[in-house]
């Protein structure tokens, strides 16, 4: 059973930055997906950003291009999203998730994924 946990949440002035990881374990294959969404209290659930392992290949949504960056360490089976220039409106619980296929072109379903972590909550004050 694929099991991940996020981390690196907290409060952060707006400007500030952040760093989320997504530590993965119990997968079988090394061909897989990982996606962030992030759910803000009275908002769906929507798509952040997505890294793909068989080819490489990276998205993000638009309200957060240019801002963060999504990298994976595979020596540690973790993927990080690390955020820069944080607003006010970046505030949400943050969530990773796992499934077993190929690129982002449908990071943003959330539909498309098998496992999800336990969120990590971003607050950016002001």
Same mark, same amino acid.
């Given at each position: ?14 400007? /500030? ?7 993965? &374990?119990?997968? $079988? !294959?090394?061909? %897989?997906?990982?996606?962030? !969404? ?10 952040? &950003?997505?890294?793909? $392992? ?5 998205? @993000?949504?638009?309200?957060?291009? /240019? ?12 993927? %990080? ?12 619980? %943050?969530?990773?998730? !796992? ?5 982002? $072109? !449908? %990071?943003?379903?959330?539909? @498309?994924y098998n496992s999800w /972590? ?7 004050? &002001?």
């Open positions: 059973e694929v099991q991940l946990v996020e981390s690196g949440g907290g409060l952060v002035q707006a400007g /500030g930055s952040l760093r989320l990881s997504c530590a993965i &374990s119990g997968f $079988t !294959f090394d061909e %897989y997906t990982i996606g962030w !969404f992030r759910q803000a209290p009275g908002k769906e659930r929507e798509g952040v &950003s997505c890294i793909s $392992t068989e080819d490489g290949s990276t998205a @993000y949504a638009d309200s957060v291009k /240019g801002r963060f960056t999504i990298s994976k360490d595979n020596a540690k089976d973790t993927v %990080y999203l690390q955020m820069n220039s944080l607003k006010p409106e970046d505030t949400a619980i %943050y969530y990773c998730a !796992f499934t077993y296929g190929v690129g982002c $072109t !449908f %990071y943003g379903v959330s539909s @498309y /972590g336990q969120g990590t909550q971003v607050t950016v004050s &002001s």
